[in-house]
């Protein structure tokens, strides 16, 4: 089947930085996004979701980006703080009720 | 703020077995799923359900799985004849009225 994956796997950025995570994913006919955090130990707690007939949405400190003509999602987390600390999934939607995740890339905050 | 509740946090089970892990859904939730994740990969669906019935299932979800509601609260996730490529933690998660869910903080299922 289709597939959702992350181009990096982890990532470390300083406290204060500003963070990056990117997504490919391969169905065109995708609608939905969602960008997932997953901290140790807890199960994948929402952040953030756009739909295809949006290019940007923000929320507090994040911001999902989808560019679909390269089929590209990514979320940008302003001003990192430790607590950001965890494994970020991308999820995409274009079938009825699942949800394809990526395979997650781990962010760590470097004090 | 509500949560999506699962017992056990961790089952350990013989191979052969069968195991019913359990979750209670956000209480004003009309859509369950049950999700799984082995260890280093992606997280995967399994089925979803919605009144009172499987609403979509994955390739995965075959004859060996099953899920019931068995009263008002609780959501199930039975495996049958459980088998070592079964390990996994185990998500469920529920929602309301929007597309995207409220997980659970898994069921770590380990088949010796």
């Known amino acids: 089947g289709e597939s959702v994956g992350l181009h990096l796997p982890t990532l470390s950025v300083q406290e204060g930085d500003n963070s990056i995570i990117n997504c490919a994913y391969s169905n065109s006919a995708s609608d939905y996004f969602i960008w997932y955090k997953q901290e140790s130990g807890k199960g994948p707690q929402f952040i953030i979701d756009?739909?295809?007939?949006?290019d940007k949405r923000q929320g507090q400190r994040v911001t999902v980006l989808l560019n679909k003509t390269v089929k590209h999602l990514s979320l940008q987390i302003a001003a990192t703080q430790p607590g950001d600390s965890a494994v970020y999934f991308c999820a995409e939607n274009y079938t009825g009720n699942q949800f394809y995740f990526g395979t997650g890339t781990s962010l760590t905050v470097i004090p | 703020e509500p949560e999506v509740t699962q017992t056990p946090s961790h089952q350990v089970t013989q191979m052969g077995q069968e195991v019913i892990l359990r979750c209670v859904p956000i209480s004003n939730h009309l859509y369950f799923y049950w999700y799984r994740q082995i260890l280093g990969q992606k997280v995967e669906f399994l089925v979803s359900?919605?009144?009172?019935?499987?609403?979509?299932k994955s390739e995965i979800f075959d004859d060996q799985f099953s899920v019931e509601r068995p009263d008002g609260s609780n959501f199930t996730l039975k495996i049958r004849s459980t088998k070592l490529e079964d390990s996994a933690m185990y998500f469920c998660?529920?929602?309301?009225?929007?597309?995207?869910?409220?997980f659970g903080q898994g069921t770590r299922l380990t088949v010796v």
């Open positions: 998660a529920s929602s309301g009225d929007t597309r995207w869910a409220f």
């Open positions: 359900f919605y009144n009172n019935e499987i609403s979509e």
């Open positions: 756009i739909r295809s007939n949006m």
